[in-house]
């Protein structure tokens, strides 16, 4: 049943037919592919698609497109569209009571305040934001429009609701603590500083003069200040190799996937403006990545394309030109495809192709080898999307295309990587303004000189052989290489393992092998915000401090090349230590003191020496930023030229050139598992992290699963209900939400559920927790060892 | 990505007969839809999954504040709860009812979301309940059988769960005028203004000279459903204000009193021993700026 309405929006009257369940939003993104006016929390908590409706501010959320007929609907885009950038204009229509967002912590009337400016530091984007402290307390973020420097719309809210309550928030860790009952079993016993260290240091270095320190290992979570380099640098002067890092799965496979191309990694060109933006497994509306949300307004605004390829329709998909909904998991055959056309049709630059690339003939012979029939067989993509993709890539320059994490979680993310590099420098998208572009960082110590110490070799091999060798040089093992060397003492046994603000039992693959393995070390030591899945499983639990909390310097995401500095704003609660002092002090104590400083913010100045400035200078002035020269033919590989066929990856051991065998290949599909599995992550939270925070926790109460109505049916399966999820390695529950936009042979489940506020000790790991699902292997990619997240065989049925 | 809304029909009606009817006649797959601030949430979170949403926004009459010194205040189930912030005649004589209006949500939900709704969701923080209960208001609700007038203090059942039937629904709140001289104060604490409460509080007192006449109190989110806290008005009505320190320590003892009678849960926002010392609070001040103000 659909509805005849007539929408005037800014003046532009349209009459279409409208479903009832259609919102005044979904048409204004889909239709009217307004881009300023965005989904953010969907439930009418963050103003970010506030319109004016006869006059009145409204969410359009929460507005029925039928219930908008004949109404008269004014925008922000009446007012901002051309501008730059987010304006106080746009903020009068998200936030027209700003005071409201403020939190109270119990204070009545603030006997001291103050606005200082400083970053948000949750999600990538890290936006200049204005700090409001009232009497010693984060109360609120208000976007910073004023610096000139990059603070973009908010859409969820998510940093500025999410920092001021974690920073006060009541579950805090307050106290190191130790275990006192059996593992697991929720006993804890308050203990002094001295004595958690003093501990940790005692066992480590037993282990270490008993069985080396390769028997000790780390785990680190996405860097947020430099608690990643110093858990990096700890772990290298204690001599062991096994750090786990988050690399696998976020960074590593495209950007080895470029260098081993072009020489470097390129990101989207957010100075200039792109005709067309490729969303490849990315959704930057909400996990801002390489490229800005405005560059995608300013792209949408002067008339550019986008193509987005998902399998869900993504808010980026419904603002798309072309939206590509391949099969999870086959993006590598989608990627061959499209360079078949490419090649095949001659669409690429015959200048850089004759001039500046090695092996761009063999790669015409390969991809005779496979037909397009096959690449839409393997990706379910309908070939004449496969060749508009090619075409429209090809022919409209600048492009720029932004490749997210879903490519990374493949079982040939390094070769797909590799193709996207090539497509994009055989079509001349590479190193001008408005493509994808080199950046040149600013004076600041590298982060890897930072933590790969020369006098002490990592002796990666030790535990990984000549196996996964991008593992190797990224300074990270993957997380089942720890797990093996746990449960099954091969290469050698691991008894202890240090933490730092990560939480494996939700965040590795195949949580059930994770757990048997923490429940097998004889020592866990872990540095949190919150009792976690994890941390309930340590021996010693150490109270961390959070950002603003103390001084800090923040160089992630590292393909940004800038570096921030993040003031320390208030005091942090009770005994809570920043991670970096923790690590420092620990160092101490562990004899390592020669490599680490007297006081931790020591190591803030040694970051900044390359540029001259001690970190009290630089705190004024906030920011280094990258500089951007668009040379072009710069390709920084042996030939001095693209390689499409390198001779370096052969002397490696690895294919010298991205195969069909390779990029087709897919999963097999058992009888019992009739399914593909498959996720996105939740723009409430920041990964497994946060669903403490009541602020985001309205917005996403429940794992939502969701399910084609067709598949539900098939199943007897109602929406709402709470359903299982079962594959080989596990089976979970979540609740189930019908979307007939997705492929029938798909599910799309959520990642990183456990309930804090849950009273037992393992927080409910266990039951909608999607790595209980994810097999941890015996298949990897072979360069970094990567198991796939994407395209898991999987079946569905009542709870 | 954000969920949309679950798949549904939906059907208009502009009479209360009609609504009713259509309402019973379609049982237990049918919610009525009016500002759709909270329904659209829980059926976004497949919490409630109705195939069919009968309109109700259309029926005439039922937008709008009227009041008379006989009858009291009229307040209409559709009214925007920023109609009732923008109400004069609210704001002159049902101050609290613009207080609690104006600390509900964002001026963007104000404008949507309507005082039917609010009560109708019957959520234990329920923003104008607590206010309600204090004026000792009436719910005019009209159902297949007819209309019945429902006092406040019986229309909360449980946590999401009022008395009205299936195939009933509100058309109007009726707040008679409150007793003579009384002033009335209505106080939330909440984690920011526009989130739902932790705990709310109102306070209605009236003095006779020094002495407390009419005491009246209510609390918001600290028991499955907003209630009136009969015993900590008790300990008030008729007692003798001194107008030195020691009314703080009775004002005090009377807001520990109302905390005893809250039953509040432990959730993400706060323990519940931390929502009865913010019971306490709110209530101590709650009455002494009603106190304050009955003074004048």
Redesign the interface.
């Known amino acids: 049943?659909t509805?005849t309405t007539r929408l005037n929006v800014n003046g532009n009257t349209r009459e279409m037919a409208v479903?009832?369940?259609?919102?005044l939003l979904?048409v204004l993104t889909e239709d009217f592919k307004l881009s300023r006016t965005k989904?953010?929390?969907?439930?009418?908590?963050c103003?970010a698609c506030?319109v004016y409706m006869d006059g009145?501010?409204?969410?359009s959320?929460?507005?029925?497109a039928?219930?908008a007929d004949r109404k008269d609907i004014v925008t922000m885009e009446k007012f901002t569209t051309g501008d730059a950038g987010f304006s106080p204009t746009m903020e009068s229509f998200i936030h027209?009571?700003q005071?409201?967002?403020?939190?109270?912590f119990?204070s009545v009337g603030a006997k001291t305040r103050s606005e200082i400016p400083t970053f948000c530091h949750l999600c990538p984007a890290h936006c200049s934001m204005n700090a409001i402290v009232e009497d010693g307390r984060v109360v609120d973020l208000e976007p910073d429009m004023e610096s000139g420097l990059y603070a973009e719309q908010c859409a969820v809210n998510k940093g500025r609701f999410t920092i001021p309550?974690v920073l006060g928030h009541?579950d805090r860790l307050l106290y190191p603590q130790k275990r006192v009952g059996a593992r697991g079993e929720g006993k804890w016993q308050r203990i002094s500083w001295d004595e958690a260290l003093d501990t940790v240091a005692a066992k480590f270095n037993e282990l270490k003069a008993t069985l080396g320190p390769e028997s000790v290992a780390f785990g680190l979570g996405e860097p947020k200040g430099l608690e990643f380099a110093f858990g990096q640098r700890l772990a290298t002067a204690f001599g062991t190799p096994g750090v786990v890092t988050p690399g696998w799965c976020c960074g590593i496979p495209k950007g080895m996937g470029a260098a081993f191309t072009y020489g470097a990694s390129a990101v989207c060109d957010d100075e200039s403006t792109p005709a067309l933006i490729v969303l490849w497994g990315v959704?930057m509306a909400?996990t801002t990545g390489g490229l800005r949300r405005e560059t995608l307004e300013k792209t949408l605004e002067a008339g550019g394309k986008i193509i987005t390829i998902d399998p869900?329709?993504?808010?980026v998909a419904k603002l798309a030109d072309l939206w590509i909904k391949p099969r999870p998991g086959s993006d590598g055959a989608l990627a061959a495809g499209v360079l078949k056309v490419i090649i095949e049709e001659k669409l690429y630059d015959r200048d850089i192709v004759d001039n500046w690339t090695v092996g761009f003939d063999k790669m015409r012979e390969h991809v005779s080898t496979f037909s397009l029939d096959e690449v839409e067989k393997v990706t379910w993509v309908p070939r004449a999307q496969i060749e508009e993709f090619a075409r429209t890539y090809s022919r409209t320059k600048p492009a720029a295309m932004h490749v997210g994490n879903a490519v990374e979680q493949l079982l040939n993310s390094f070769q797909t990587g590799r193709v996207a590099a090539i497509m994009r420098a055989i079509c001349g998208n590479l190193n001008i303004p408005g493509g994808d572009v080199m950046l040149t960082p600013p004076p600041f110590t590298r982060p890897g000189s930072f933590f790969l110490l020369n006098k002490y070799p990592r002796r990666a091999e030790k535990i990984l052989g000549d196996k996964f060798k991008f593992a190797q040089r990224s300074a990270f093992i993957p997380p089942h290489v720890m797990i093996k060397a746990i449960l099954d003492e091969d290469p050698y046994p691991i008894k202890a393992a240090m933490f730092v603000l990560t939480n494996p039992l939700v965040s590795y693959p195949n949580s059930n092998e994770t757990y048997r393995a923490l429940m097998k070390l004889d020592f866990i030591v872990i540095s949190e915000l919150f009792m976690t899945p994890t941390a309930a499983l340590a021996d010693i639990v150490l109270p961390a401090a959070w950002g603003m909390e103390h001084e800090e310097l923040g160089y992630w995401p590292g393909w940004h090349e800038e570096i921030r500095s993040y003031p320390k704003l208030v005091e942090p609660p009770a005994e809570c230590w920043p991670d970096t002092k923790i690590m420092n002090e620990l160092a101490k104590r562990l004899g390592l003191a020669v490599d680490f400083w007297e006081n931790d913010d020591e190591a803030l100045d040694l970051m900044l020496k390359p540029s001259g400035m001690s970190y009290e200078t630089f705190k004024e002035k906030r920011v280094m930023k990258p500089t951007r020269e668009y040379r072009l033919h710069d390709y920084r590989t042996p030939s001095g030229k693209i390689e499409i066929y390198s001779e370096q990856l052969a002397k490696l051991g690895y294919e010298p050139m991205p195969l069909w065998q390779e990029l087709g290949r897919t999963v097999d599909m058992p009888e019992e598992y009739p399914l593909l599995l498959t996720n996105?992550k939740e723009?409430a939270y920041m990964m497994t992290g946060f669903k403490?925070?009541?602020?985001m926790?309205i917005?996403?109460?429940?794992p939502?699963v969701e399910l084609h109505?067709d598949t539900a049916e098939k199943y007897g399966l109602q929406?709402?209900q709470w359903i299982f999820l079962e594959t080989r390695a596990g089976k979970i529950k979540q609740?189930?939400?019908?979307?007939?936009s997705l492929d029938p042979r798909v599910v799309v489940a959520a990642f990183g559920w456990w309930f804090?506020?849950r009273d037992e000790p393992g927080y409910g790991w266990r039951e909608s927790n999607l790595n209980m699902l994810v097999p941890s292997g015996p298949d990897y990619d072979p360069s970094t060892g990567g198991v796939t997240l994407r395209g898991i065989p999987c079946k569905v049925y009542r709870a | 990505?954000?969920?949309?809304?679950?798949?549904?029909?939906?059907i208009a009606t502009d009479t209360v007969e009609e609504a009713c009817s259509l309402f019973s006649g379609y049982g237990a797959d049918a919610q009525l839809f009016a500002g759709?601030?909270d329904l659209?949430?829980k059926m976004?979170?497949?919490?409630?999954?109705p195939r069919m949403?009968i309109?109700i926004?259309r029926i005439p009459a039922l937008d709008r504040i009227l009041y008379d010194a006989d009858e009291g205040l009229r307040i209409g189930a559709l009214t925007a709860i920023?109609s009732i912030l923008d109400s004069a005649v609210i704001g002159e004589k049902f101050r609290v009812l613009s207080q609690a209006a104006a600390v509900l949500?964002?001026?963007?939900?104000r404008?949507?979301g309507t005082l039917g709704g609010n009560l109708a969701n019957a959520s234990p923080s329920a923003e104008f309940a607590p206010p309600l209960l204090v004026l000792e208001a009436s719910v005019r609700c009209a159902g297949p059988g007819g209309e019945r007038l429902v006092p406040m203090n019986e229309f909360f059942v449980g946590p999401g769960k009022s008395v009205l039937s299936r195939g009933e629904l509100i058309t109007e709140v009726h707040v008679p005028d409150p007793p003579l001289r009384a002033r009335c104060i209505y106080l939330k604490?909440?984690?920011?203004?526009?989130?739902v409460s932790m705990a709310a509080a109102a306070a209605l007192v009236s003095l006779d000279g020094n002495v407390c006449r009419e005491v009246r109190i209510a609390l918001g989110a600290v028991a499955p459903t907003p209630f009136r806290a009969r015993k900590a008005e008790e300990a008030l009505r008729g007692k003798r204000l001194s107008g030195d320190s020691n009314d703080r320590a009775l004002l005090e003892e009377i807001g520990r009193i109302a905390a005893d009678e809250s039953r509040p849960i432990?959730?993400?926002?706060?323990?519940a021993s931390?929502r009865k010392k913010?019971v306490a609070m709110l209530v101590r001040q709650g009455l002494e700026q009603a106190i304050a103000r009955a003074k004048n």
């Open positions: 049943m509805h479903a009832p369940r259609q919102t979904d989904e953010g929390c969907g439930i009418g908590e103003g506030t009145k501010l409204v969410s959320c929460l507005v029925l039928m219930d027209p009571d005071i409201a967002r403020r939190a109270n119990g309550e009541k959704n909400h869900q329709k993504t808010y996105g723009e403490h925070v009541a602020s926790r917005v996403r109460p429940d939502i109505p929406e709402g609740r189930l939400s019908l979307n007939r804090p506020e | 990505m954000q969920l949309g809304l679950p798949e549904f029909d939906m759709g601030t659209f949430i976004k979170q497949r919490r409630l999954l949403l309109n926004k920023q949500g964002t001026p963007q939900i404008n949507l604490h909440s984690l920011r203004t526009m989130d432990d959730d993400l926002r706060g323990f931390y913010v």
